[in-house]
């Protein structure tokens, strides 16, 4: 499997994001990148390739073009306005506020385009999004070339971003980029599996009203876990969408056992869905060691993850989401993509 990878993440470093309690130092940080990256080398999984960059109008397609815009401008809008430290916003439009005005001041539009404080700007922010998207669009290449599977190496990740906003460390939703994109050069039906342990709020957002994308998530149950206010299991997809959207929450402490139950579960229903392709959003964060989750999978289990995948016998897209127990997160990431070689 060829694994796609831009040096151009590791701008994005130092940033500090908003916690219960606190600003601190970013869990999304670049030697999560280059654990995996090297990882990808020892296993000798194949090839590690550059991306080429691509139009954001393919972000667009998945994006609101105003929010697509801002993004690049949000460092210099923050350093013009005399800001130092990290871009974070710290008021948000909820219910009873204007959500449709977008105010002038740029610590006040990072709340307008976000709906948490975890998203942040440093100087290299936004040319490490554009090479995440750049990855993910690169590799999705690969496997429209005839590629049975390529593995997407994004940073920062993608599955909380919706349609025009941002948070939980991701800005341009990369699978549902990717998962689109494939829509536009062909494929009839597409399924997006996400594995990663929380809830991938903004992929089903985009696709929440559409059949032709069906989306999988497998994750912590958002009344004790973050991102809290979406990923329920009666959120079934809306009007022509409604039976494409599949939520498995799952509570603290979930093992293998039963997440693999969840993981069958998904594979049955995407089995009879029968895509042309499916995009893995692939989160290593259920890890029993991961610093802020609450699941208990092991490093072995992962490769049974991978396998059960290959067994669905299609065209493959892994996209690279969360995962922060930073010295594991190559062995489990790269444990899944060896798994479904096997
Ligand atoms: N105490 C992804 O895995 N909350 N994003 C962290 C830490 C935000 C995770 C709280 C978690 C976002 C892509
Ligand atoms: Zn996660």
Same mark, same amino acid.
């Given at each position: 499997?060829?694994?796609?990878?831009?040096?151009?993440?590791?701008?994005?470093? !130092?940033?500090?994001?908003?916690?219960?309690?606190?600003?601190?130092? =970013?869990?999304?940080?670049?030697?999560?990148?280059?654990?995996?990256?090297?990882?990808?080398?020892?296993?000798?999984?194949?090839?590690? &390739?550059?991306?080429?960059?691509?139009?954001?109008?393919?972000?667009?397609?998945v994006?609101?073009?105003?929010?697509?815009?801002?993004?690049?401008?949000?460092?210099?809008?923050?350093?013009?306005?005399?800001?130092?430290?990290?871009?974070?916003?710290?008021?948000?439009?909820?219910?009873?506020?204007?959500?449709?005005?977008?105010?002038?001041? &740029?610590?006040?539009?990072?709340?307008?385009?976000?709906?948490?404080?975890?998203?942040?700007?440093?100087?290299?922010?936004?040319?490490?999004?554009?090479?995440?998207?750049?990855?993910?669009?690169?590799?999705?290449?690969?496997?429209?070339?005839?590629?049975?599977?390529?593995?997407?190496?994004?940073?920062?990740?993608?599955h909380?971003?919706g349609a025009?906003?941002? !948070?939980?460390?991701?800005?341009?939703?990369?699978a549902a980029?990717?998962a689109q994109?494939?829509r536009?050069?062909?494929?009839?039906r597409v399924s997006i599996l996400d594995?990663?342990?929380?809830h991938g709020n903004g992929t089903q957002e985009i696709f929440y009203d559409r059949a032709d994308v069906q989306v999988l998530n497998l994750h912590?149950?958002p009344?004790?876990?973050?991102?809290?206010?979406l990923g329920h299991s009666d959120e079934r997809g809306a009007g022509a969408g409604e039976g494409f959207n599949i939520n498995y929450p799952?509570?603290?402490?979930?093992?293998?056992?039963?997440?693999?139950?969840?993981?069958?579960d998904a594979?049955?229903r995407l089995?009879a869905y029968a895509p042309?392709?499916?995009v893995?959003?692939? =989160?290593?964060?259920?890890?029993?060691?991961?610093?802020?989750?609450?699941?208990?999978?092991?490093?072995?289990?992962?490769?049974? &993850?991978?396998?059960?995948?290959?067994?669905? !016998?299609?065209?493959?897209?892994?996209?690279?989401?969360? =995962?922060?127990?930073?010295?594991?997160?190559? &062995?489990?990431?790269?444990?899944?993509?060896?798994?479904?070689?096997?």
């Open positions: 499997m060829k694994t796609v990878y831009s040096p151009l993440h590791a701008g994005h470093a !130092g940033q500090m994001e908003l916690v219960t309690s606190a600003i601190v130092p =970013g869990f999304e940080k670049p030697s999560r990148a280059e654990f995996i990256k090297a990882r990808v080398e020892s296993e000798k999984l194949g090839p590690i &390739i550059a991306p080429v960059e691509h139009d954001l109008a393919s972000a667009k397609r994006h609101r073009a105003d929010y697509i815009d801002f993004l690049p401008t949000v460092w210099p809008q923050w350093v013009e306005s005399g800001f130092t430290g990290s871009a974070m916003p710290f008021t948000w439009p909820t219910r009873g506020l204007r959500g449709d005005v977008p105010p002038k001041r &740029i610590d006040a539009l990072l709340g307008y385009y976000s709906f948490d404080g975890g998203a942040t700007f440093v100087e290299g922010t936004w040319t490490a999004i554009k090479s995440s998207f750049d990855v993910a669009l690169t590799a999705a290449g690969l496997v429209k070339d005839g590629e049975r599977s390529a593995f997407a190496l994004c940073r920062p990740p993608g909380h971003a025009g906003f941002m !948070g939980g460390y991701c800005y341009i939703n990369n980029v990717a994109w494939f536009d050069q062909g494929a009839k594995v990663d342990y929380h912590g149950d009344m004790v876990e973050y991102p809290f206010f799952m509570p603290f402490g979930t093992g293998w056992d039963a997440w693999n139950a969840s993981l069958e594979c049955a089995a042309d392709i499916v893995v959003s692939l =989160g290593v964060d259920t890890f029993e060691k991961d610093p802020i989750s609450q699941f208990k999978l092991k490093s072995l289990d992962y490769p049974k &993850i991978g396998r059960r995948i290959a067994k669905l !016998g299609l065209p493959t897209l892994f996209v690279q989401e969360g =995962g922060y127990a930073v010295e594991e997160i190559g &062995i489990n990431a790269v444990g899944v993509l060896t798994g479904f070689e096997d």
